[in-house]
């Protein structure tokens, strides 16, 4: 399963996470969401959440899973798949967060922002929230690193 996220580990490595839009934008020229590879990209990731192979612990509106620990393989990120239609726990990001976000119902936005690269800097803390729909969300966490509000 791992090899459905090489994309995404690949096109991450090594983006500068302190600018959001500078990341996104970085990210966007690596993997284009719209491209064809970045399609095929997100019609594999729904094959795996229809499959149940992802987001299978938890209830609405937040489901999820650990698809896998940061390691080398993962180029030191931890990757997690989350199911979503509203907010999730709050947290703080310390190295920062690499988002790739797929529309699954109507039209949702993932803190504000619609599909497709969402970065959070070194350091933010926020509510994740989708709103206006369902989303799949793959979260890469640098070092796998996040701290989550008590």
Known sequence: MLEI?????DAASGVALADPEAACAELTARLDPASPEGQRLSEALVGLLEEGKVADRGAPPVRYSRAAKAS??????????VDMTGPGPRHRHPNGEVNWCVALEGSPTFDGQGPGWVVEPPGSEHVPTV?????????????????FAS
Not at 5 to 9: A, H, R, S, T, W
Not at 72 to 81: K, L, Q
Not at 131 to 147: D, K, Q, T
């Open 5 to 9: 996220f090489k994309p995404l580990i």
């Open 72 to 81: 080398e393989e993962t180029g030191a990120f931890s990757i997690d798949v």
């Open 131 to 147: 709103s206006g729909g369902r989303m799949l969300i793959v979260y890469l966490l640098p070092e796998g690193a996040i701290e």
